[in-house]
């Protein structure tokens, strides 16, 4: 039996509904592209998710990773060869107490602010309208107008490769525009601790409905895409402008390479217009990365990772300037 094999009895032995073979990440990928997943885990709990981190570290030639909704990933086409843990609705506390609230890593982010609205707490009203998970969002440092989540967060729960929880404090979290420590670290976000602050609901409430409303008119919404799939660059915003003005005054608004489009609507966004492959998109992320260099000297790089059948990650550019 080989290690795959062990892993995939050992996690139906310990926790059989919680698992899924063969399953095809283009169900509930974003882009609704990616063959599929040998193992899909859904832990139930977080003391689920640390017993099925004991299992699958035991055996280190397979592939292992996390997602939560997979709303900023490309799944490769060849799918992926080794276990995905899936993190959602089953791990979705939220409790608030005075400013702060408590959240594990699934709960959901339209939700998150939601409710802080409803609790009349302010802080994080950027995040409205992103979609994802918690977990996601903090190991991307998500957020809109230039804010970040990190910035409202206090402590962190993590589980490290043994399966064993770690609390890491705000102190300890050097952040930056769309980086955060747990990008390149094998832990995972448990949950965490936000700070937030006292507010007039009805300001609270205003001011999320208007950032709704932007997002609206700006964003691709009835066809699957991952977001902005290149992320702003200052010195590039200042000169020339966002990565959509940039891609839009090289011409490329519209182009189309298969079943995938750079959209008509905001030319940072790549739709999937019903049969588009990753390989379709890598291709279209390198010709916007190319014709945006070559006319203006700006190299934009990816916010999108690219998830590969052998369970390597990279800014989707690394690859796409492979092809
Ligand atoms: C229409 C649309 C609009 C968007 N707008 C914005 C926006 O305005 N601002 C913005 O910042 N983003 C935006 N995004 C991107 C995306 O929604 C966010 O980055 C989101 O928070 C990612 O959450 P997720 O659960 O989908 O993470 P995933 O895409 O599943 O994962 C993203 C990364 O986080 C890691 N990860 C996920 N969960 C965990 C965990 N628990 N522990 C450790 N690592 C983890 C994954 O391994 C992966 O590398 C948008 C996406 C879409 C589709």
Known sequence: MNSLQNITQLLLAEMPTAITLRCPLSIFSYWKIGGEASVLVEP?????????IKIINQFSDVPSMIVGDSSNLLFSDKGYHGVIIKIGNHLSKIEFSGDQV??????????LAYRSYRNALSGIEHICGIPGRLGGLI????GS??????ENVESVQLVNTQGELETIEAKDLVHSYRTSPFQGDERIIAAATLKLN????????????????SRRKKFPRKLPNC????????KMYDIIGPPGFAIEKVGLKGTRLGGAQISELHANFIVNLGSATSQEVLHLIALA????????????????????????ITQAHVIADKL
Do not use: H
């Open 44 to 52: 139930k709990s977080i003391q689920q998710l640390q017993q099925a």
């Open 102 to 111: 408590y959240c594990e890593a699934g709960v959901w982010v339209p939700e």
């Open 139 to 142: 190991y991307m440092n998500g």
């Open 145 to 150: 107008n230039r804010r970040g989540i990190l």
């Open 198 to 213: 006292r507010a007039d609901r009805a300001t609270v409430r205003n001011d999320m409905r208007n950032i709704l409303s």
């Open 227 to 234: 977001g902005s799939v290149f992320l702003s660059n200052p």
């Open 289 to 312: 990365r190319k014709t945006v260099y070559d006319k203006t000297g700006f190299k934009m790089d990816c916010e999108v990772r690219y998830i590969a059948e052998n369970g390597v």
